[in-house]
């Protein structure tokens, strides 16, 4: 079982950082047919062979996938997907 981990930080306020969240958890789930939900201030979400968590702190958003068996070769173009999707909700948004 392969594991993408992504810690960013961000300069957003609460409520944009969850809106961020919350629509990359649609976006994933569009492309990837992810069923997701909230959990105070993590997103869950899940489809058969990957699992995962995004959670939205003050400062920073962590998000950690599970890949299961058949996705795991895939993983290095899944990460640069996430993270290409991140940088565009973000517009560059993210503090050092």
Known sequence: MATISIDRAHGLTHDQARNLA???ATDLRHRYDFAWHWEGDDIHFARPGVS????VGASRITLD??????LTPFRSSIEKQVNV???RLT?????A
């Not at 517009?91 to 503090?95: H, K, L």
Request: hydrophobic share 50%; charged share 30%.
């Open 52 to 55: 995962g968590l995004l959670r």
């Open 65 to 70: 996938i599970k890949l299961g068996l058949l």
């Open 85 to 87: 999707e991140l940088e």
């Open 91 to 95: 517009g560059g948004a993210t503090a």
């Open 22 to 24: 919350e629509r990359l």
